[in-house]
Structure formats: C-alpha cells, structure tokens
C-alpha cells in the first residue's frame, strides 16, 4: 500500500464556525476523518504545518512547505496538501520551482466549502487529490473539481463555484 504524507495548512476546506466567522482550525487528522474511503487506498501520515487562511501565506511559507517535503521524501511515495484556494496557484507555482524534478506526485487540493458543509466540494477534491498522489504522475499538480492542472498552469478564475481553477495555455493533464 502507498504511503502518502497530508501537509495540512489551512484554508476553507479545514475552517470551523468561530465567534469570528469561519476560520482555519480544523486539523489533517480531522479532515481524514469526513473521508474513510482514503483509509483503503493508502496508509497517511498527517504533518499539520500550518492553519491559515491562504491569503496570508507567503514566500517565507512557500519555503517551509518546500523544505518539509524535502526533509520526508524518501519516506513516502506521493504528498497531498490542503490549501486554501485563493493562494493555491502561487502556491503550486513556487513549489513546481522549489522541488523540481519530483518523480512523485505533489498533490494541493481545497474547496469553495468547509468539509462539514452540507453539499461540501471537500471530500471529492479531497479523496481525489489522495488518488491522484497514489496513482498520478510526479510533479506539482493541483486536483480539484474533477480536473488535475500542472502546478504551473493553474489560475483561480471563479471565486465561488466549484470550478475554482482552469489551467492556462496547457491542456489538463487529467479528468477524474
Ligand atoms: N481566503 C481563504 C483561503 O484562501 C478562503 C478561500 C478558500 O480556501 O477557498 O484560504
């Protein structure tokens, strides 16, 4: 069975009702928890590295993500990170640039809506991303609504429907 490493680092897929509307704070282990099909595809191990909103993650963040993959590599055979949507293009771009070469897949997936929503995106983008990083090809790729696009291809075009990205000048590389 693959052994696959979740990175956790926030956005709408992992947000929970606060007093300050919804916010980041559910973790990897949770997330894993709304989709135990994932449970018979491969074994997971969850590195929760942040909990943001992806409007605040940077250059510096970028790096850290880039350096925790690097530090576990040989460890697993492919990695899925929860993003949040509004940054994952950056996101995938410096990562395609900082891990170049990956035979493995790198996998950043999200959703329009938390993974406790009624009618959620998460736990198809989810368990999608998780096939992808078992059975894709390597490199940067972001899963989501059906469509896998190159890391740095991928561009938000629709804020709210569930068909967030389109991927510029370059054909998909796969439809699930
Ligand atoms: N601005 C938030 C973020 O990018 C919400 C968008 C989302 O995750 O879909 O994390």
């Known amino acids: 069975m693959k052994q696959i490493l979740m990175i956790g680092t926030g956005g709408?897929?992992?947000?929970?009702?606060?007093?300050?509307?919804?916010?980041?704070?559910?973790?990897?282990?949770?997330?894993?928890?709304?989709?135990?099909?994932?449970?018979?595809l491969c074994r997971v191990e969850c590195l929760q590295l942040l909990s943001l909103d992806s409007t605040n993650l940077g250059p510096a963040h970028?790096?850290?993500?880039?350096?925790?993959?690097?530090?576990?590599?040989?460890?697993?055979?492919?990695?899925?990170?929860?993003?949040?949507?509004?940054?994952?293009?950056?996101?995938?771009?410096a990562l395609s640039y900082l891990v170049q070469g990956s035979a493995k897949p790198i996998v950043l997936t999200g959703a329009q809506?938390?993974?406790?929503?009624?009618?959620t995106d998460s736990k198809r983008n989810l368990t999608d991303a998780f096939l992808y990083a078992c059975r894709g090809c390597g490199g940067v790729q972001i899963v989501f609504?059906?469509?896998?696009?190159?890391?740095t291809r991928a561009r938000k075009t629709f804020s709210k429907s569930f068909q967030a990205f389109s991927s510029v000048n370059y054909p998909c590389l796969l439809y699930t």
């Open 12 to 40: 709408t897929i992992a947000s929970g009702k606060t007093a300050e509307g919804l916010m980041p704070e559910l973790t990897s282990e949770q997330l894993l928890a709304f989709v135990p099909a994932v449970s018979a």
């Open 62 to 93: 970028w790096l850290q993500i880039a350096g925790a993959i690097r530090a576990r590599y040989d460890r697993y055979d492919g990695f899925v990170i929860s993003h949040g949507t509004d940054t994952m293009a950056y996101t995938a771009a």
């Open 113 to 119: 809506k938390p993974i406790w929503f009624d009618g």
């Open 145 to 151: 609504n059906g469509k896998v696009i190159l890391g």
